[in-house]
Structure formats: structure tokens, C-alpha cells
């Protein structure tokens, strides 16, 4: 099944995320498609990762922390054989953040208008 966000549809290095364990987005990853994750994470929970990761399109310490706030904060476990979520972006995390991601695509832009705001009156 294919990440279906525009974000993420179409991007082989993250869709093999949905299917190979082997594929997980751990420390150390560099490449396009960890842009794409530092980008859902600004987007879904205002969480930015530190610059020179931003750049270089790493997944480093701040990504990690990130992936894991945003894994605790929605309870994503592999109770299998995990207690506590990891700060890696495997298979259910992908999964999630293609469908947090689908949400916040659809939703319309947010444009401030003055005139509209009561306390300027």
C-alpha cells in the first residue's frame, strides 16, 4: 500500500519504510526523504529539527528526539516487543504521519485578516 500524502506519495525510500524493517529511518540517514520527515514534523507538531540537520538532510539527535515526542505523544508501540516508543521512523510512524499529513493537506490555508478581529475594533 503506497504513502498516499502529498508529502510522502511517491517516495520509495519512505514507502519501503511501510514494508521492510530493515528499512527504518534511524540515526545517521541522509537523503531526501528525511527532509520530507523533518518537514511533517514541523508541520503536524510544530517540532523543528536543529539547522545544520535541516541542510544536510540528516536524521541526527534532534530528529530522533522529535520522532520520539511525536511517537509518545500518539502512543506508537510495537507492543510485540516494545514498552516505550523508540526515536526511530518505521512502519507504524510512517503510516501515521501519512495520515496525520493527508489531514493537515486538506485543510485550508490559515490567512490572518485584521479587519476580521474583534480586539482592533
Same mark, same amino acid.
Given at each position: 500500500?503506497?504513502? /498516499?500524502?502529498?508529502? &510522502?506519495?511517491?517516495?520509495?525510500?519512505?514507502?519501503? @519504510?511501510? !514494508?521492510?524493517?530493515?528499512?527504518?529511518?534511524?540515526?545517521?540517514?541522509v537523503?531526501?526523504?528525511?527532509?520530507? +520527515?523533518?518537514?511533517?514534523?514541523l #508541520?503536524l507538531?510544530? #517540532?523543528?529539527? *536543529?539547522v /545544520? /540537520?535541516?541542510?544536510?538532510?540528516?536524521?541526527?539527535?534532534?530528529?530522533a *528526539?522529535?520522532?520520539?515526542? &511525536? $511517537? =509518545?505523544?500518539? $502512543? !506508537?508501540?510495537? =507492543?510485540?516487543?516494545?514498552?516505550?516508543?523508540?526515536? +526511530?521512523?518505521? /512502519?507504524?510512524?510512517? *503510516?501515521?504521519?501519512?495520515?496525520?499529513? +493527508? #489531514? $493537515?493537506e486538506s485543510?485550508?490555508? &490559515? @490567512? &490572518?485578516?485584521?479587519k476580521?478581529?474583534?480586539?482592533s475594533?
Amino acid at each position: 500500500m503506497p504513502l /498516499k500524502s502529498r508529502l &510522502f506519495h511517491g517516495d520509495r525510500a519512505l514507502e519501503a @519504510r511501510l !514494508i521492510q524493517d530493515s528499512a527504518h529511518l534511524t540515526l545517521g540517514t541522509v537523503g531526501d526523504h528525511v527532509s520530507k +520527515i523533518h518537514t511533517a514534523l514541523l #508541520v503536524l507538531d510544530k #517540532v523543528s529539527v *536543529a539547522v /545544520k /540537520k535541516l541542510r544536510t538532510e540528516t536524521y541526527g539527535p534532534s530528529t530522533a *528526539a522529535a520522532v520520539l515526542a &511525536f $511517537k =509518545t505523544r500518539r $502512543k !506508537i508501540i510495537n =507492543t510485540n516487543y516494545q514498552k516505550t516508543p523508540d526515536n +526511530i521512523v518505521g /512502519k507504524m510512524t510512517i *503510516a501515521a504521519m501519512d495520515r496525520e499529513m +493527508i #489531514v $493537515k493537506e486538506s485543510e485550508p490555508p &490559515f @490567512r &490572518f485578516d485584521p479587519k476580521s478581529n474583534p480586539a482592533s475594533n
